[in-house]
């Protein structure tokens, strides 16, 4: 099978605006990343900016889009659209394959926040509590999720010491980690 891609970029450049928003999912993971911290918002400003430029072209082209109440709803928003221009749901299912793709990408993403927000306390729990001056917490990785809802991990110190940890996730952004004694 050969592809084409003269087609592919025609088709792109076609229905540019539903592609944009297809991939909006990704486009909001990375600022995400990039922030270290969710903000939804920035999903709903992209899907707002990519939809209201589709319709106003749609509407140049003298075609009637989707209301665009359907911001709420963009894969409802990319079938409708498909459905009026007589078009397969290519750009509809590739929403929810990038959708699905964003979601399993961003559960790595939430575990690395977790495993960065141990690591001062570690510090702090090892210097304060335990009366280790000189030990400080470099690297923190998380090994398992038990069924207690416990992340066993393992915290990296900049003695060259690696010990065991566990951490609870809290209410809100709250983590709390505890330093088995054994160790």
Not at 34 to 62: H, M, P, R, S, V
Request: proline letters at 3%; glycine letters at 6%; aromatic letters at 12%.
């Amino acid at each position: 099978m050969e592809i084409d891609s003269q087609k592919i970029i025609q088709t792109f450049k076609k229905d540019k605006y539903a592609w944009l928003l297809v991939i909006t999912p990704i486009f909001g993971l990375l600022f995400e990343l990039i922030a270290g911290q969710d903000i939804i918002w920035i999903y709903l400003l992209l899907n707002i900016i990519f939809l209201t430029l589709d319709y106003k072209e749609l509407k140049a082209k003298e075609v009637e889009p989707p209301h665009v109440a359907w911001v709420a709803l963009i894969p409802v928003y990319l079938w409708k659209r498909a459905t009026i221009l007589n078009q397969e749901k290519h750009y509809f299912w590739g929403w929810i394959g990038v959708f699905v793709l964003s979601l399993l990408l961003s559960s790595g993403g939430g575990q690395r926040q977790i495993e960065e927000a141990a690591i001062p306390l570690v510090t702090q729990i090892l210097q304060n509590e335990l009366g280790t001056q000189a030990a400080t917490c470099v690297n923190v990785k998380i090994d398992d999720f038990n069924d207690f809802g416990l992340y066993d991990a393992l915290a990296v110190l900049d003695n060259g010491m690696v010990i065991s940890i566990t951490i609870t996730e809290g209410e809100g952004d709250m983590i709390y980690v505890n330093i088995p004694l054994d160790q």
